[in-house]
């Protein structure tokens, strides 16, 4: 919930940028900016919509980094 400049904080990332942004926040220098989405990147894109769907809510756009 709170912003680590200068990045903004997760909650608003996802609300205002999309799923992917929140990857970027947490594990940016891993797992985004590699050319391609990685292996952890997408992985974590997979268990997002698993939950989204289980909660019965869509995922939104921008779900990679």
Avoid at 44 to 51: A, G, N, P, T, V
Wanted: with cysteine; proline share 8%; net charge neutral.
């Amino acid at each position: 919930m709170t912003p680590q400049p200068p990045k903004a904080s997760c909650h608003n990332a996802i609300n205002t940028s999309g799923f992917g942004m929140t990857i970027n926040i947490i594990n940016g220098g891993i797992e985004c900016g590699k050319g391609q989405q990685t292996p952890q990147a997408q992985h974590r894109i997979q268990l997002y919509q698993q939950f989204t769907e289980i909660l019965g809510v869509t995922p939104g756009e921008n779900l990679s980094c």
